[in-house]
């Protein structure tokens, strides 16, 4: 069965009861729902714990899709952790501080995306930084310039919703693809799009915060040259 993503309806939930569908035999577990997001589109999966019913806390490292059943989640415990039983109800609950910040900064690479008009060619979410690789001519590209615009629409206090439309709208609407190398979520016919305000929209399968002014200041940090026509730029939240 596929595992139900409770984030993808709130990515504020922090914490929920689940069943153990299955363990496999590398030892992660595969729960009936979860609220950890999983390692996809640049953003790492979420770490945390499960409850047992008695108590017992076991440590999650990482989130990732089963390679084997891309619908089914795998919650990969630390070393040396015990493994509940098929059946049995857990609490599960994120490393909220962790996720909080992803958030944060995942929002501001899209704004990003919007101060950086260009394809872009790569992305990767961390923990409380990130950045953005685009197609950009060769010319200067100035960081306090490219910060002080970021800022702006960050201090814009605009909302940051989710809607859903299908492949089919999409296809007929490819300008909404901003990411020249990695696709939107696909397979279930469906496919979410993240908007802010009146400033971005864009799809993605990602978590965001509510709003802009969660995002806090943000500081680009570096801008590399990373081949004829590709630049890097690095934020941070400050």
Not at 8 to 28: H, K, M
Not at 111 to 132: E, K, M, N, Q
Not at 133 to 149: K, Q, S, T, Y
Not at 181 to 200: F, K, N, T, Y
């Amino acid at each position: 069965m596929p595992t139900q993503l409770l984030f993808r309806d709130d990515a504020y939930l922090r914490e929920t009861t689940a069943t153990v569908e299955a363990v496999t035999e590398r030892g992660a577990i595969v729960l009936d729902r979860t609220v950890f997001y999983a390692t996809g589109g640049g953003q790492p999966g979420d770490a945390g714990a499960l409850i047992t019913s008695d108590g017992r806390e076991i440590g999650i490292s990482v989130a990732v899709y089963d390679p084997e059943d891309k619908s089914r989640v795998l919650h990969v415990p630390l070393e040396g952790q015990a493994t509940p039983r098929p059946g049995e109800t857990l609490t599960v609950r994120l490393d909220w501080e962790k996720r909080l910040k992803r958030m944060r900064i995942h929002t501001a690479l899209h704004l990003l995306s919007v101060v950086l008009s260009y394809p872009v060619t790569g992305g990767a979410i961390g923990d409380g930084d990130g950045r953005l690789d685009f197609d950009i001519p060769e010319g200067g590209l100035d960081r306090n310039e490219i910060g002080g615009a970021l800022n702006a629409l960050v201090a814009s206090n605009a909302d940051v919703t989710e809607r859903w439309i299908t492949d089919a709208e999409l296809d007929a609407n490819p300008g909404l693809v901003k990411t020249m190398r990695v696709a939107p979520p696909r397979g279930s016919g469906r496919v979410r799009l993240v908007a802010i305000g009146e400033i971005d929209l864009q799809p993605c399968g990602g978590t965001h915060v509510r709003n802009t002014a969660e995002i806090g200041l943000v500081a680009v940090t570096d801008i590399e040259k990373k081949g004829k026509q590709n630049r890097r730029v690095r934020i941070a939240l400050v």
